[in-house]
């Protein structure tokens, strides 16, 4: 068990780019796949900020380890050398930098007339959805900005990242938490109405990405990024049911909870990996 021990200790460290993941769900469920080829919790780290794996294991596991964490269905490209990390060399495809033009502009405008929307139907669901809508636009275009920085300057548009859709989350929860005590019923049938397009606009927006897909990995990763979203679209549809059904605002109110709650934990995994990522890199 010492020679163990001291292997572990003295193992060096590996980077790996995961392509694919897009919360920090993801980074969880591929820290658990690696611990379950008997790598210790401490020994492993994915930055849900910058899609990094940091992994200390003898170079001689490392084929068990790859093999447990590609089953999760992302990708993994080892980084050699120790220097900075580059960019993902897809982001370098003027094609594929308009593709992601084409989701920042359909995510926002879109969001922009889902929130109008949200007001006139009177529904917390709606609104959280366009900010939902705005907030990934944003974000996409901030990483857009962020194609070719170093990792320290990644990591930064990260933190700006996380405490963006922090203030999102807030402004989420302080409203709906308003509208409990107001109870105004909202317009089920102009909610459902909104959701189905949120779900059309999301499969549309991915249309564009399809083309840069590089095997299995990268097909998901593309599914992955829009996967959240339509969710919350599904939701919003749900809720307006369920509005229409019980004559209730509670449907609404509930979803608008969960998805400022989906906006605060992805703030708070964000903001956490960032950080660290700029003290590895200080």
């Known amino acids: 068990m010492a020679n163990t021990d001291n292997e572990i200790a003295d193992a060096p460290l590996f980077r790996y780019r995961v392509s694919g993941m897009d919360c920090a769900k993801d980074a969880a469920q591929i820290e658990r796949a690696a611990q379950s080829a008997g790598v210790a919790p401490g020994d492993v780290k994915v930055s849900a900020a910058t899609h990094i794996m940091t992994l200390a294991a003898p170079e001689g596991r490392l084929p068990d380890i790859e093999k447990a964490v590609a089953v999760t269905g992302y990708g993994f490209d080892r980084i050699e050398g120790d220097g900075d990390i580059p960019p993902n060399p897809a982001h370098q495809d003027p094609a594929y930098r308009r593709a992601l033009w084409i989701v920042v502009i359909l995510n926002v405008g879109y969001g ?103 095997g299995d990995a990268n097909m998901r990763a593309v599914w992955l990024f829009s996967r959240n979203d339509a969710i919350g679209n599904a939701a ?26 989906l906006f605060l934990h992805s703030s708070w995994a964000i903001i956490r990996d960032a950080r660290a990522d700029l003290k590895t890199t200080a």
């Open 112 to 214: 922009v007339v889902e929130m109008i929307g949200g007001f006139i139907a009177g529904s917390q669901a709606v609104k959280a959805d366009a900010l939902d809508f705005i907030g990934d636009g944003a974000i996409t275009f901030l990483g857009l900005l962020a194609i070719g920085w170093s990792l320290a300057w990644r990591a930064r548009s990260a933190l700006i990242q996380g405490i963006f859709l922090g203030l999102l989350g807030l402004g989420v929860l302080g409203t709906t938490i308003v509208r409990v005590f107001e109870r105004t019923t909202p317009d089920a049938g102009l909610m459902g109405l909104l959701g189905m397009i949120a779900l059309v606009v999301n499969v549309i927006s991915v249309l564009p990405l399809l083309p840069f897909r590089k």
């Open 236 to 261: 919003v549809v749900v809720a307006a049911g369920l509005v229409a059904w019980l004559g209730s605002a509670w449907p609404d109110l509930i979803v608008a909870f969960g998805i400022a709650g």
